[in-house]
T-cell receptor, first 113, second 119 residues
Framework: KNQVEQSPQSLIILEGKNCTLQCNYTVSPFSNLRWYKQDTGRGPVSLTIMTFSENTKSNGRYTATLDADTKQSSLHITASQLSDSASYICVVSGPTGGQNFVFGPGTRLSVLP | GAVVSQHPSRVICKSGTSVKIECRSLDFQATTMFWYRQFPKQSLMLMATSNEGSKATYEQGVEKDKFLINHASLTLSTLTVTSAHPEDSSFYIC???????????????FGSGTRLTVV
């Protein structure tokens, strides 16, 4: 069964600290993996996308890694800011995209001053 | 980049009435759009796939007569919640993507969502 698991479920850190969120998946066939940031009451916004052959992708203070062999991905946030408080969702898709999206449950990150 | 606009962002309606939610691709054409529902502290659940010029494809357990989808143009899909009840209160989100060929099936850009409250 295609599944995406994320850990931790929630995380609280102080402003300025770094953190790493984890995503494990069993989706097959695999097309790409995306990390989204979803603010409360808003739609998800794409942070990074990685295909099978990519190991790392950065977007500002966000760096995602992918190990397609172990089917694991991580999202590292550097020098966290209060505005980073949101849910971070790992989405793995098959070849036809939206019809084969498998959503992780998300990690709820709270950045405190 | 690709922008998906969703309207309204919030709507409150009385039980028994119908509500229409619009999803527009602003700078690209979208043959396929997707509609999701999200309950508090839960992830998105795919409700249906909206196909331009043809009938929508609904996920198992989603009532097609309750959630009417119309995709009359390459830039607009609408979701109408008919005879709304309090249990229909939720956060509804659409997604779409530009692309050619098989990529048209992708739905990587999400709208900003619509918070529906039925009283």
């Amino acid at each position: 069964k295609n599944q995406v698991e994320q850990s931790p479920q929630s995380l609280i850190i102080l402003e300025g600290k770094n953190c790493t969120l984890q995503c494990n998946y069993t989706v097959s066939p695999f097309s790409n993996l995306r990390w989204y940031k979803q603010d409360t009451g808003r739609g998800p916004v794409s942070l990074t996308i990685m295909t099978f052959s990519e190991n790392t992708k950065s977007n500002g203070r966000y760096t995602a890694t992918l190990d397609a062999d172990t089917k694991q991905s991580s999202l590292h946030i550097t020098a966290s800011q209060l505005s980073d408080s949101a849910s971070y969702i790992c989405v793995v898709s098959g070849p036809t995209g939206g019809q084969n999206f498998v959503f992780g449950p998300g990690t709820r990150l709270s950045v405190l001053p | 980049g690709a922008v998906v606009s969703q309207h309204p962002s919030r709507v409150i309606c009385k039980s028994g009435t119908s509500v229409k939610i619009e999803c527009r691709s602003l700078d690209f054409q979208a043959t396929t759009m997707f509609w999701y529902r999200q309950f508090p502290k839960q992830s998105l659940m795919l409700m249906a796939t909206s196909n331009e010029g043809s009938k929508a494809t609904y996920e198992q357990g989603v009532e097609k007569d309750k959630f009417l989808i119309n995709h009359a143009s390459l830039t607009l899909s609408t979701l109408t919640v008919t005879s709304a009840h309090p249990e229909d209160s939720s956060f509804y989100i659409c997604s779409a993507s530009p692309g050619t060929g098989g990529a048209r099936a992708y739905g990587y850009t999400f709208g900003s969502g619509t918070r529906l409250t039925v009283v």
